[in-house]
Nanobody, 120 residues
Framework: QVQLVESGGGLVQPGGSLRLSCAAS????????WGWYRQAPGKQRELVAS????????????LGRFTISRDSAKNADSAKDTVYLHMNILKPEDTAVYFC?????????WGKGTLVTVSS
């Protein structure tokens, strides 16, 4: 099993910044792709950014404003990763619940989400 816990959401003014964190633990040795998704009220969940061993990808709407990164801490008995989403120049349309995602072959894991509200 894989456990994902998001943190760092909150209320921020337009133009501001936030850093989201996703603490990952459990059987994460064979995770292929890490990602951040978001879901705004009344809209479908959408991919914001993803990171894997050989690359990174961003949604067009956040390109140049958001940065995804990952820190790994592994030893012989366990592994814990933290995946970050650095969000700059935030806009009201970035308001959503942000979810952390981890993918193995054929399996998706999700966190419970953290709310980001961009408003003056």
């Amino acid at each position: 099993q894989v456990q994902l816990v998001e943190s760092g959401g909150g209320l921020v003014q337009p133009g501001g910044s936030l850093r989201l964190s996703c603490a990952a633990s459990g059987n994460i040795f064979d995770i292929n792709v890490w990602g951040w998704y978001r879901q705004a009220p009344g809209k479908q969940r959408e991919l914001v950014a993803s990171i894997w061993d050989s690359g990174i990808d961003y949604a067009d709407s956040v390109l140049g404003r958001f940065t995804i990164s990952r820190d790994s801490a592994k030893n012989a008995d366990s592994a814990k990763d933290t995946v970050y989403l650095h969000m700059n120049i935030l806009k009201p349309e970035d308001t959503a619940v942000y979810f952390c995602n981890a993918q193995k072959t054929g399996v998706d894991y999700w966190g419970k989400g953290t709310l980001v509200t961009v408003s003056s």
